[in-house]
């Protein structure tokens, strides 16, 4: 009995031995015991992760299990909420971005984010929207000045081809997939060093969603993306990295093809066999 | 036989409570077809250029117009829109965008109530506020008066087409590192604008024909427009005046100038209607 438990232990161990690793080599965001409440309610119970730069990572795990809110307290958007508090620390570059003389304006500067629905202003034009970031931060700016950040940021997210003969008419113009592509334009120009992304393909067509798949596997050369997903062959396609989330708990976080071919956790591979959630 | 019965029962009064109501719905429009229809028809052949571009001329001289209360009424919508519309935006702002549920009900609530003060006592108190400590009635005090009644309509109207903004569109805002203030001014009051347009043409058009604050204020001005210290006259206030005086002259012109009232304030409202129609 005693040896078998034994043999078990070390076959863990020779698995683990061979990653070895619980977080990616170099992270550019660390959280350090991470909880969050809606009101009285705890969304998020003491996480702590590692996000790897210019990765990546997915999140997954059944609708209401936190991963959402995870994201959104790596760019303080969780506070904004009606009722969202937050305790514990998210380091960035060393610094907490929780610590009181941050500005949360200036912490959403520097990481974008991609929401499930396309939230393209729709008052302004295609141009606009992408230069929205900089001309509503700035007292004033010249067209001029903003046309090669439009461009580079449009040519990036797979958009510009599409567009580049009526970047006046209203961004609302656009189908589902392009407005989504906008978003994750208007992101980038804004030149973040993280793109989060609230499942961001889950209101697309599969041809919608493999150009924005495409886009992510494209950008992470320059970004650090973070990605939540129901779409587990998602996670798998994309990410380096992939985190799973139960109600409120991260029970895993390993290399995707770990998570996706030895999980360590019993309820990581029932749920990534489709055995609930 | 007692259930056909109360069937054939049912089945009239039914037939009755919809007449009922038809007739009600009826009484709705007839009255401004009425109201409509009468002023138009009567001051519409007393509606002349001259009544324009002529000022006043003592009784017992033929001709003549409101220029100078024309003229005084927009200086007066004037005054009370410099004044109203910061005022009641930033308050409809700050209702929307930044007070907590429990002051938002509560500036809210004191809004509606001031919305439905009567007017004149509202002259009386620009009465009390301006006209007595500057010993005489004036263009401002009404200006003034006029401003009370709309701010609450503006706020409100402002705030309810703010909030009908989803909230996805204040996330993407401050997602992009956009400050509270320029995502207000940038993307919500933007997509706000139908609304907001609305309320202020709609407040206008209520302030446009109230009488009774301009009683205690404007007073009214038989040498035309002085100055904003001064006193000031206003179509209403003609109308009232002319209308019950003994002169036909005077009476023509009453016609003439609620019907130009009229025109007005059912122009604003078919300009409202156009613009919000053509936004959905």
Redesign the interface.
């Known amino acids: 009995m005693m040896n078998q438990l034994f043999k078990l232990d070390k076959g863990l161990e020779a698995i683990g031995g061979e990653t070895s690793a619980t977080k990616p080599p170099r992270c550019i965001i660390e959280v350090e015991n991470l909880s969050a409440w809606y009101g009285h309610k705890a969304v998020l119970k003491n996480i702590s992760v590692g996000i790897g730069v210019r990765s990546i990572t997915a999140l997954i795990g059944p609708s209401g299990c936190g991963k959402s809110t995870f994201i959104r307290c790596i760019?303080r958007?969780h506070e904004?909420a009606e009722g969202g508090k937050v305790a514990g620390k998210i380091m960035k570059d060393g610094q907490d971005i929780y610590a009181p003389d941050i500005d949360p304006?200036?912490?959403?500067?520097?990481i974008?984010?991609v929401?499930q629905?396309a939230?393209v202003?729709?008052?302004?034009s295609i141009f606009s929207n992408v230069a929205?970031?900089i001309?509503?931060?700035r007292i004033w700016s010249r067209r001029r000045d903003l046309q090669d950040v439009v461009e580079r940021s449009l040519r990036k997210a797979a958009l510009w081809e599409e567009v580049k003969d009526k970047l006046d008419q209203s961004g609302a113009s656009l189908s589902g997939g392009q407005q989504q592509r906008l978003?994750i334009a208007?992101?980038i120009a804004?030149e973040p060093e993280i793109i989060l992304m609230d499942e961001p393909c889950s209101a697309l067509d599969p041809i919608s969603t493999l150009k924005i798949e495409e886009l992510m596997l494209e950008i992470k050369k320059d970004y650090t993306v973070v990605i939540v997903t129901h779409n587990m062959q998602q996670a798998a396609r994309v990410s380096d990295w992939t985190g799973f989330m139960l109600l409120g708990d991260l029970i895993e976080y390993a290399p995707t093809r770990e998570v996706f071919t030895v999980p360590k956790d019993k309820r990581t591979e029932d749920y990534i066999t489709g055995r609930f959630g | 036989m007692n259930s056909t019965g109360g069937n054939l029962r049912r089945r009239w009064m039914n037939r009755l409570m919809l007449v009922i109501c038809g007739c009600a719905a009826a009484i709705v429009i007839g009255f401004l077809v009425l109201i409509l229809g009468y002023t138009i028809i009567n001051g519409v052949s007393y509606f002349n250029l001259d009544f324009i571009t002529q000022a006043a001329k003592p009784v017992g001289e033929t001709g003549g117009g409101m220029r100078e209360d024309i003229f005084g009424t927009f200086i007066l919508v004037g005054i009370a829109s410099i004044i109203a519309l910061p005022v009641g935006l930033m308050a409809g702002i700050f209702l929307s965008e930044v007070a907590g549920d429990k002051a938002a009900s509560v500036i809210r609530f004191s809004a509606d109530i001031l919305a439905g003060v009567p007017s004149i006592i509202v002259g009386v108190f620009a009465y009390a506020l301006l006209v007595r400590p500057m010993h005489s009635y004036s263009a401002l005090s009404a200006g003034v008066a006029l401003a009370i009644i709309m701010i609450p309509v503006v706020a409100r109207t402002a705030e309810e087409a703010m909030h009908l903004v989803p909230n996805s569109q204040r996330e993407a805002a401050l997602a992009l590192g956009i400050s509270r203030w320029r995502m207000i001014l940038g993307v919500i009051m933007p997509g706000a604008t139908t609304g907001i347009v609305t309320g202020v043409m709609l407040a206008i058009a209520r302030v446009a024909g109230e009488t009774a604050p301009l009683i205690f204020t404007a007073l009214g001005s038989a040498f035309g427009v002085q100055g904003l210290t001064e006193p000031i006259g206003a179509l209403p206030l003609q109308i009232y005046r002319y209308a019950l005086s003994p002169y036909s002259d005077w009476q023509k012109q009453a016609w003439a100038a609620a019907f130009l009232l009229v025109i007005l304030v059912l122009g604003i409202n078919i300009v409202v209607r156009l613009v919000s129609y053509r936004k959905k």
């Open positions: 760019n958007l904004v304006v200036d912490i959403r500067r520097s974008g984010m929401f629905r939230s202003f729709p008052t302004m929205s970031g001309t509503l931060t978003c208007r992101a804004i």
